[in-house]
């Protein structure tokens, strides 16, 4: 699996962005789908994650009820949609895949080369 991250950029707070991870390769629809992000002198931490059929989603507190995670599996693409956005949400954003979810970055198989999220004024 390959996946290709956009989408970012810079933003004020309370703003929105919308990145996307367009995924090629193996059966995408029979994978979870996640987001996590890094930010400076930080650990890499869960952000949001999407079950096979969309039916289940998982958020990080620190993001719950202003990201929204989807995936479009035609178009083997999953979506976060981030609104209100903050300051401390500044951070690279990287897709990944994983055959189960799991909040550990650890159990993912597959990664995107990131994309640069800034909230700022």
């Known amino acids: 699996v390959q996946l290709q991250a956009s989408g970012g950029g810079l933003v004020q707070p309370g703003g929105s962005l919308r990145l996307s991870c367009a995924a090629s390769?193996?059966?995408?629809?029979?994978?979870?789908m996640a987001w996590f992000r890094q930010a400076p002198g930080k650990e890499r931490e869960f952000v949001a994650a999407?079950?096979?059929?969309?039916?289940?989603?998982f958020y990080a507190d620190s993001v719950k009820g202003r990201f929204t995670i989807s995936r479009d599996n035609a178009k083997n693409t999953v979506y976060l949609q981030m609104n209100s956005l903050k300051p401390e949400d500044t951070a690279v954003y990287s897709c990944?895949?994983?055959?189960?979810?799991?909040?550990?970055?650890?159990?993912?198989?597959?990664w995107g080369q990131g994309t640069q999220v800034t909230v700022s004024s």
């Open positions: 390769g193996r059966a995408f629809s029979s994978y979870v």
């Open positions: 999407i079950y096979y059929s969309g039916a289940a989603t």
């Open positions: 990944a895949v994983s055959r189960q979810f799991t909040r550990n970055d650890l159990g993912y198989d597959y």
